[in-house]
C-alpha cells in the first residue's frame, strides 16, 4: 500500500520515445549539413568508393546519397534504425580503438525521427535488395526491390514534424554552403573515392575515384590553387602531421577553407587553428584567412572522439605534444618554401638573400608584421577607389544647412558655381582649415570646435547609399568594360553569385553566368577602377558571407555594405585638397552622415571648451 502511494507521488516519468527521439535528433542533426554528414560517414564506413549526394532546396526537399558500399541484409535493416544500434562496437574497450567514422548507432535513428526516409539497400551476394519506409520513427513499408548494390538513402522534408526546428533554418543559400563544406571535408579526407555532388539538377561535383590530392584541391576550390599550394609530411612515433598548405597570396577575406583532419575524422579545434593562422600572420594581414587542409594522424588510444554531440570536436591524451609538432610542422614547410630563415641559429646569419620563387627573407604580403624589417621600405599600394568627382551634389536641404553652419562658410549656390570661384578653391579649402592626420582622418576647424572625419568610415557610407538606391533604379548605372573578362568562381561562390545575381545586376555589374563555376563580367559599377573587377566582385561575395552570419540584414543592404567595404578608400591613402572637400560634400548629402553602414562613427566633434580644458 505504501510503494502504491509513494508511485502515485512521483513526479519523475520516463519519456516516451517519439519525444525521447526528438530531443536525440536535436543534438546530431542540427540543420541538413548534419544529415549529409552522417549518411556520408555510413556510406565511407560500408567500404563505398563512389558516392553520389542529390540535393533539392539546400537540403530541405530531399537528400539523397548513394553508395556503392557492402549494402544490408533485411535483418539489419530494421535495426539500423533503432538507437544504439551499430556494427562498429563490439565491446566498451572498441570505443578507445575508434577507427570508423561513425560508431554511436545515433544517426539513422535521429534522422528517422524528424524526417520521412526511404532506404533501398542490397548486398552484393543477394540476388534481391529490399525497400523500406520509416517516417517521424514509423514504418511504413518493408518489401522486396530490384536495387543496385549497396545503399541509397532518401531523407525527404526534414523537420516535418518540428515545425519550429524547421522555421529556424537559415536560407537556402547559408545551408547549402554547410551542405557544400561536408562534401569538401569528406573528398578532401578521402581523395581515393569519388563524390559526385548534385543540387537541384546542377552538378556542382564530379570527382573520380583515385585522385592526388592536388588534382582533388583544384578541382574543388579552382586552377588558381594549382600552382599554389605547399605539400609536407612528418612522422615521429607518437604523430605524423601531412597535408597541404596554400601560398599566402591565396587568402581570404572569410573563413571556410581551413580543414583539420584527425585519423580522417574533420574536427573543430580551436586553439589550433589559431595557433596555425598565427603563423601565417607573418605573410598575411590580421583579417586574412589561408587555405590549408592538415592531417593528424595518431593512435586511436590516444584520442577521444566521443566528445561531442556531432563528433566535431576531440580530446588529445597529450594535447600540448600535438599543438607544438603541428605548429612547428607547418612554420617548417612554410619558412623552407619561401626561405626564411631560423635566426634562432644564429643572429649573424646572413638575413638578406631571395628565396627562388622571388621572396626575400623580410617579405610581407600586406600585413602589419615585420614592421621592423620592412621599415624605411614603403610598398606601392594600388587602391581601386576613388571619390566620383564628376558626380553631381545632391541638394539636400537639411544637411546643406548642417555643412555651412559646420564650416560657416556662407556663399550662394551660385557663387560655388563659377569659374572664378573654382580658380579660388585652395583659399577656401585654406579657410575651412582642412588637413589629414597620419593618412587616416580628415580634421577641419569648425565655429566651435573641431570636426574629425574617418576618411575610410566617410566613404564606405556614401557608397553604401549610392548603391543601395542604385538597387531601386529603373536603369542601372554600368560603364561598359572594352573587353570582357571571364572569371573562374569556386562552388561555393557561384553559387552565391546565382543566388545574388539580380541585386548585383541592379548595382552596376553587367554580368553573365556561364557554365563550369564562370561568368562573363562586361560592364561594372562607375566606382570601381578598370582592372580590379575581378578581386571586388570575389571580395564582394566573401564579404558578404561574413555578414550573413552576424547581421540580419536583408539581402540588399549586405550587398551594399560588401561592395562599399571593397571599394571605399582605405586608411593609409594620401587624399588631395579636392578629395578632401569632395568626400565631406558627399559624405553631409548622405541620408544618415555620421556614422559608417554597420553603425560605427564616421566623425567626431571636439567642443573648443573641452579642448581647452585639458590645457587649464
Keep these: 500500500m505504501s510503494q502504491q502511494t509513494e508511485s502515485e507521488q512521483s513526479i519523475i516519468r520516463q519519456l516516451p520515445p517519439e519525444i525521447s527521439n526528438k530531443i536525440a535528433a536535436g543534438e546530431v542533426i542540427q540543420r541538413p549539413s548534419s544529415v549529409v554528414k552522417e549518411l556520408l560517414d555510413n556510406a565511407i564506413d560500408a567500404g563505398a568508393d563512389q558516392l553520389k549526394i542529390v540535393i533539392q532546396n539546400a537540403g530541405r526537399t530531399l537528400i539523397q546519397v548513394i553508395d556503392n558500399g557492402c549494402g544490408m541484409g533485411k535483418e539489419d535493416i530494421?535495426?539500423?534504425?533503432?538507437?544504439?544500434a551499430t556494427s562498429k562496437i563490439q565491446d566498451v574497450n572498441d570505443l578507445f580503438r575508434v577507427r570508423t567514422l561513425g560508431f554511436r548507432g545515433e544517426a539513422m535513428a535521429s534522422i528517422a525521427s524528424v524526417a520521412q526516409v526511404t532506404l533501398k539497400t542490397k548486398r552484393p551476394g543477394d540476388e534481391m535488395g529490399y525497400k523500406y519506409e520509416i517516417w517521424g520513427s514509423e514504418e511504413k513499408s518493408m518489401e522486396p526491390a530490384a536495387v543496385e548494390n549497396g545503399t541509397s538513402v532518401e531523407v525527404r522534408n526534414l523537420f516535418f514534424n518540428v515545425r519550429a526546428r524547421r522555421q529556424f533554418l537559415k536560407t537556402d543559400a547559408t545551408e547549402f554552403r554547410h551542405i557544400l563544406k561536408t562534401v569538401q571535408q569528406a573528398a578532401l579526407a578521402n581523395p581515393d573515392l569519388g563524390f559526385t555532388l548534385i543540387a537541384d539538377t546542377d552538378t556542382i561535383y564530379d570527382l573520380p575515384k583515385e585522385q592526388s590530392i592536388k588534382d582533388r584541391i583544384t578541382e574543388m576550390f579552382g586552377k588558381s590553387y594549382k600552382a599554389s599550394l605547399i605539400h609536407f609530411r612528418e612522422e615521429t612515433s607518437y604523430l605524423t602531421v601531412h597535408g597541404v598548405l596554400a601560398d599566402p597570396k591565396l587568402t581570404k577575406r572569410s573563413r571556410g577553407e581551413q580543414f583539420l583532419f584527425v585519423n580522417g575524422r574533420p574536427i573543430q579545434h580551436r586553439y589550433l587553428t589559431h595557433v596555425i593562422l598565427n603563423i601565417y600572420d607573418a605573410w598575411t594581414g590580421d583579417k586574412d584567412y589561408p587555405f590549408y587542409a592538415i592531417f593528424l594522424d595518431i593512435d586511436p588510444k590516444q584520442v577521444d572522439v566521443n566528445v561531442h554531440p556531432a563528433k566535431e570536436e576531440v580530446k588529445f591524451e597529450?594535447?600540448?605534444?600535438?599543438?607544438?609538432?603541428?605548429?612547428?610542422?607547418v612554420k617548417k614547410a612554410l619558412h623552407e618554401e619561401f626561405m626564411v630563415p631560423d635566426v634562432s641559429e644564429g643572429e649573424d646569419r646572413d638575413r638578406s638573400f631571395s628565396s627562388s620563387k622571388?621572396?626575400?627573407?623580410?617579405?610581407?604580403?600586406?600585413?602589419?608584421?615585420?614592421?621592423?624589417?620592412?621599415?624605411?621600405?614603403?610598398?606601392?599600394?594600388?587602391?581601386?577607389?576613388?571619390?566620383?568627382?564628376?558626380?553631381?551634389?545632391?541638394?539636400?536641404g537639411d544637411q546643406n544647412n548642417f555643412s555651412q553652419q559646420l564650416y560657416d562658410f556662407e556663399e550662394s549656390s551660385k557663387d560655388r558655381q563659377s569659374k572664378s570661384d573654382q580658380d579660388d578653391r585652395p583659399k577656401r579649402m585654406r579657410d575651412r582649415g582642412f588637413w589629414q592626420l597620419h593618412d587616416r582622418y580628415i580634421l577641419t576647424q569648425t565655429r566651435s570646435g573641431l570636426c574629425m572625419i574617418d576618411q575610410h568610415a566617410a566613404h564606405k557610407r556614401i557608397i553604401f547609399e549610392k548603391a543601395l538606391s542604385a538597387t531601386e533604379?529603373?536603369?542601372?548605372?554600368?560603364?561598359?568594360?572594352?573587353?570582357?573578362?571571364?572569371?573562374?568562381?569556386?562552388?561555393?561562390?557561384?553559387?552565391?553569385?546565382?543566388?545574388?545575381?539580380?541585386?548585383?545586376?541592379?548595382?552596376?555589374?553587367?554580368?553573365?553566368?556561364?557554365?563550369?563555376?564562370t561568368a562573363m563580367i562586361s560592364g561594372v559599377p562607375a566606382d570601381i577602377d578598370v582592372g580590379d573587377e575581378q578581386s571586388v566582385l570575389k571580395s564582394m561575395l566573401q564579404q558578404y558571407r561574413e555578414l550573413d552570419g552576424k547581421f540580419e540584414f536583408d539581402e540588399r543592404r549586405k550587398l551594399a555594405i560588401a561592395f562599399a567595404s571593397k571599394t571605399a578608400i582605405p586608411k593609409g591613402k594620401k587624399l588631395t585638397d579636392m578629395e578632401m572637400?569632395?568626400?565631406?560634400?558627399?559624405?553631409?548629402?548622405?541620408?544618415?552622415?555620421?556614422?559608417?553602414?554597420?553603425?560605427?562613427?564616421?566623425?567626431?566633434?571636439?567642443?573648443?571648451?573641452d579642448i581647452e580644458a585639458r590645457f587649464r
Excluded at 621599415?375 to 545632391?394: A, E, H, T, Y
Excluded at 573562374?488 to 548585383?504: K, T, W
Design 78 to 84: 530494421r535495426l539500423c534504425f533503432e538507437q544504439h
Design 581 to 609: 572637400e569632395n568626400l565631406l560634400d558627399q559624405l553631409f548629402a548622405c541620408d544618415e552622415p555620421y556614422k559608417d553602414p554597420l553603425g560605427k562613427p564616421a566623425l567626431e566633434y571636439i567642443p573648443l571648451e
Design 473 to 517: 533604379a529603373a536603369i542601372p548605372s554600368t560603364q561598359q568594360l572594352l573587353f570582357a573578362q571571364t572569371l573562374e568562381f569556386s562552388a561555393s561562390e557561384f553559387s552565391l553569385l546565382e543566388e545574388l545575381h539580380p541585386i548585383i545586376q541592379r548595382m552596376g555589374f553587367n554580368i553573365q553566368l556561364m557554365s563550369g563555376n
Design 318 to 329: 597529450d594535447e600540448r605534444s600535438v599543438i607544438k609538432l603541428t605548429k612547428s610542422v
Design 358 to 396: 622571388g621572396f626575400s627573407s623580410d617579405f610581407n604580403f600586406g600585413g602589419a608584421k615585420n614592421t621592423q624589417q620592412n621599415k624605411g621600405k614603403k610598398k606601392p599600394v594600388k587602391f581601386p577607389s576613388r571619390i566620383n568627382f564628376d558626380r553631381s551634389k545632391p541638394q539636400k
